[in-house]
C-alpha cells in the first residue's frame, strides 16, 4: 500500500510548482552558494529533488547536481525543464531511505521536507540523514529543513491544530500525538489531472536536541540549528519556538 506521500506526489508536478512554499528557491540557493564558498568544483547532491527546482537553479550556475526522488511524476518534470534550459543533470528514481554514494558530493541538500521527516517511522527517517552522511566527502555538508518540535510544544496542541483548520472542520482523526510527535491530519487537494485527493498524513516533528543527537550519532562533527525562513536562509536567524521550520547544517 502506498503512503500518503507517494499518493500526493503521483500527478502533482505542476500543483506543487505553484505552492507558496516553492516560491524561495533564488534566495535559498544564494545561501548554499555562501556554504560552499562560491567552489564551482563542489559536487551537490539533491535529496528528495522534486521537481528539480534548486537542483536546477544550481546548474544553472554552474555546479554539477545529482537530483534523487522517489515520485517518477516529479522526476519527469524535472528532466523537462532542465532539458528546456539545456543544464545536464542526472535526475534518479531512488528511495531516500536506500541509498549510498560513497562519498561522492561535498554538499547534500534536502529542502522542504524533500524526504526527511516524512517517513512512517524514525528508524526509516535516521535512514536518510545516514544516507546522506555515507555520500558526502570528508568535510562534506549536509543542509536540510525540517519541522521544528518547539512549535507545537510552545504553543498549545489545540491551537496549533486550529490553525490549520476551523473548530467546525476538526475532526478526530487530526491529532498531535506528544508521546511520538507526530501530526496526524488531513489534505485534500486536487491533482493535475483534476482528481481530488483526500489524504491521511503523518510527519514528524523533531526538537533541536533531538536532530543534533541524531546527527553527531551518525558521525557529523558538527550539527548547528537556526530559524528557517522562506527563501532567506541565514546562521544570523536564532531559532525560536515561534519557527515552524528550522535549518540544520550539518559538517562530516
Known amino acids: 500500500m502506498a503512503q500518503w506521500y507517494e499518493d500526493l506526489f503521483q500527478d502533482f508536478a505542476d500543483k ?11 534566495g535559498e540557493v ?3 552558494e555562501q556554504e560552499i564558498g562560491f567552489n564551482k568544483a563542489c559536487r551537490i547532491l539533491d535529496i ?8 536546477i537553479e544550481l546548474a544553472r550556475r554552474g555546479y554539477a547536481v545529482t537530483g534523487i526522488d522517489l515520485s517518477e511524476s516529479l522526476l519527469s518534470k524535472a528532466r523537462k525543464v532542465a532539458l ?3 543544464l545536464k543533470i542526472d535526475f534518479i528514481l531512488q528511495d531516500a531511505r536506500d541509498f549510498n554514494f560513497n562519498e561522492s558530493f561535498d554538499l547534500a541538500i534536502m529542502i522542504c521536507e524533500g524526504a526527511f521527516p516524512l517517513m512512517e517511522t524514525d528508524e526509516m527517517n535516521f535512514s536518510i540523514l545516514r544516507n ?10 549536509l543542509i536540510f529543513t525540517t519541522l521544528n518540535g518547539l512549535y507545537p510544544l510552545f504553543h498549545s496542541v489545540k491551537e496549533f491544530i486550529e ?3 476551523s473548530e467546525e ?4 482523526e487530526e491529532h498531535f500525538d506528544l508521546m511520538t510527535f507526530r501530526y496526524y491530519s488531513i489534505y485534500e487537494c486536487t491533482d493535475d489531472k483534476g482528481e481530488t485527493k483526500k489524504l491521511h498524513c503523518n510527519e514528524r516533528y523533531y526538537v533541536p536536541s533531538e536532530i543534533s543527537w541524531l546527527l553527531k550519532s551518525i558521525g ?7 530559524s528557517c525562513k522562506l527563501g532567506a536562509f541565514s546562521r544570523n536567524d536564532k531559532l525560536t519556538s515561534d519557527d515552524f521550520e528550522m535549518l540544520v547544517i550539518a559538517v562530516k
Open 16 to 26: 506543487y510548482d505553484d505552492e507558496s512554499f516553492t516560491q524561495g528557491t533564488t
Open 169 to 172: 472542520e476538526q475532526t478526530s
Open 30 to 32: 544564494d545561501f548554499f
Open 48 to 55: 528528495g529533488c522534486g521537481t528539480g527546482r534548486h537542483s
Open 163 to 165: 490553525k490549520g483548520a
Open 220 to 226: 557529523f562533527q558538527t550539527a548547528d540549528i537556526f
Open 132 to 141: 546522506a552522511y555515507q555520500s558526502l566527502e570528508k568535510g562534506g555538508k
Open 84 to 86: 528546456e534550459k539545456n
